[in-house]
């Protein structure tokens, strides 16, 4: 079989559902509660507590409605069921008392101001892809998802960009310009949630994270003021957006980022026979090492449920299939042995980004989730996940465990889907020091990602072996000096402060301290004031 094109993030996840799917014969929407869902719906109600005992009054809401422009959602209403879910369908049981899509910045100092007058809590919502379900919260939602307009000057390379817009919006439109800016790869993922925590994708080693390249927010902070956070303006807060985790200071409802000319680009994705797969780990580890800016590649070690496993390393190269042909030639060599499956392609830039966000022959419209979008065909899913780093290339032995690990989550969940993804950092981004932007991951080979996904058919006995072997990996397989990933945001993880902000988690509790002095945007992991 021949790789149409490399397999992107969604489908690492899918993967997972379709194994479950071919099982059962269907997907559906729907969720099931695992005992990490627990932790984190737990989690937002105790934070909130408090505020679960004031709640206000059917008049007082009445008073928010009218004061906004955009719409305010409250329980009885026929929408709050769609609503009020997020992107992991895990996430089902959380049930905000109200849910704001404000349709300007004002609407957002109000609903700030709302909930800091009746003690309420409030998380902001993007994308709602948080992995912790930290976009909900038992008190008013701030959607921002309706303030997604985008803007290029080609004079300045500048886009400014709503806090709202979804990725796959963001690269069309300013794609059309002939501009490009570094995201990830997942289309839905909203632009705020994304540049709050970093964001990794396929063009970061040329041109770094996606808060490397933002030059301005506009954030409406605890007291309802909205700041202009720039260079010269509130540089500690802009700093802190460049990595420091959304929902934390504020809520953003606007940004600039630096935009780059669109490079000509060429997609790779080669498979491997499951047996080799320690040999073509190692090799690619030592591989990323050699590569220029241009290329960024992953590698991806996946159980597929039914389907067994899948091997696999793909990139995307700014430059052309021949470049391409020979930058993988030393990868060859050190395998030692040929690819199962070879896919080599250029592609417009548009068409790329597209096949990365798993959205290969649909439209930019169709390529929206279907509960928000009347004409978005993609599903939500459910999944759980942990993240890592790599600091250097592993041993033959750890590269061996690492495959084992894929290993056992088969034996031990046959039919849920999920592995270990590598995403190679270095380039652009490890030029940037680590205290130069929130973002401290600056000196790592690689990002590891474990993620196992399930549907509504797969037994509990399954999910929670998948929520033990994730246990397992954080306790035996991951080194937790190296760090995690704050965009991956972990509500398991123990000592998430020092493994999301190192060295930078004091500078973050200062400017806490200063934006947001008696914590309203609070969570199970929000950045605290006092350390
Ligand atoms: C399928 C999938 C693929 C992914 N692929 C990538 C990838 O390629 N690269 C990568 O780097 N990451 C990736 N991620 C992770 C993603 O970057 C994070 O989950 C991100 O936080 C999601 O942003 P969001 O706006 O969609 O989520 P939300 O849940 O809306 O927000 C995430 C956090 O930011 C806060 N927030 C939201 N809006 C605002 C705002 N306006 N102002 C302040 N705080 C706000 C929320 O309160 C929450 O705490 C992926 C996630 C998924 C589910």
């Not at 790592?444 to 397992?472: F, H, M, N, V």
Request: with cysteine.
């Amino acid at each position: 079989m021949t790789p149409s094109s490399p397999l992107d993030r969604r489908e690492f996840l899918r993967r997972g559902l379709g194994a479950s799917a071919l099982f059962t014969g269907i997907i559906a929407a729907g969720f099931t509660l695992t005992n990490d869902d627990a932790i984190s719906s737990a989690a937002v109600k105790s934070k909130t507590a408090h505020a679960e005992q004031r709640q206000p009054s059917s008049k007082e809401w009445q008073s928010l409605r009218n004061a906004l422009s955009g719409t305010l959602v409250l329980p009885g209403d026929p929408s709050y069921p769609i609503d009020s879910l997020l992107y992991n369908s895990k996430f089902a049981k959380l049930h905000p008392a109200a849910i704001a899509y404000c349709a300007t910045h004002d609407d957002v100092s109000r609903c700030v101001e709302f909930t800091a007058l009746h003690s309420l809590s409030v998380a902001a919502r993007s994308g709602g892809h948080s992995y912790g379900g930290y976009s909900s919260c038992a008190g008013l939602v701030v959607d921002v998802s309706r303030l997604n307009t985008i803007a290029v000057n080609t004079k300045s390379n500048v886009a400014t960009v709503g806090a709202g817009a979804r990725l796959i919006d963001v690269y069309n439109e300013i794609g059309l310009r002939d501009r490009l800016l570094p995201g990830g790869s997942c289309p839905s993922v909203g632009i705020a949630g994304l540049t709050l925590g970093g964001g990794i994708g396929v063009f970061g080693r040329k041109f770094g994270l996606t808060c490397d390249n933002l030059s301005s927010a506009e954030v409406v902070t605890a007291s309802g003021k909205k700041l202009t956070a720039n260079q010269s303006d509130h540089d500690d807060l802009l700093w802190a957006c460049r990595g420091g985790g959304g929902g934390n200071f504020g809520i953003a409802t606007s940004f600039e980022f630096t935009v780059h000319p669109m490079p000509p680009v060429s997609l790779f994705t080669l498979r491997y026979p499951w047996d080799s797969a320690a040999d073509v780990l190692e090799a690619w580890q030592y591989w990323i090492t050699t590569l220029p800016d241009e290329l960024w590649s992953n590698c991806q070690l996946l159980t597929q449920g039914a389907n067994g496993f899948l091997l696999q390393v793909s990139g995307v190269l700014c430059g052309t299939p021949d470049q391409l042909t020979s930058l993988l030639a030393p990868l060859h060599a050190s395998i030692g042995s040929a690819p199962s499956a070879t896919f080599i392609g250029t592609n417009e830039y548009m068409q790329a980004m597209m096949i990365e966000a798993g959205c290969s022959g649909l439209t930019v419209a169709s390529c929206h989730l279907d509960t928000v979008n009347p004409q978005g065909t993609l599903s939500r899913e459910a999944y759980s996940a942990k993240s890592s780093y790599l600091d250097a290339p592993s041993s033959s032995d750890h590269a061996t465990l690492l495959v084992q690990a894929v290993e056992m989550l088969h034996s031990d969940a046959p039919n849920v889907g999920g592995g270990l993804a590598f995403d190679a950092y270095g380039g652009a981004i490890n030029r940037v020091r680590a205290n130069e932007t929130a973002f401290v991951h600056r000196d790592k080979l690689a990002c590891i990602q474990a993620t196992y996904s399930w549907s509504p058919y797969t037994s509990q006995s399954e999910i929670d072996a998948g929520r033990r072997w994730l246990a397992w990996l954080q306790s035996d397989v991951f080194n937790a000096s190296t760090g995690a990933y704050q965009n991956y945001i972990d509500p398991t993880l123990a000592d998430w402060r020092t493994a999301y902000y190192g060295g930078n988690l004091d500078r973050l509790a200062k400017i806490k301290r200063r934006y947001d002095p008696h914590d309203h945007f609070s969570f199970a992991q929000s950045i605290p004031r006092h350390l």
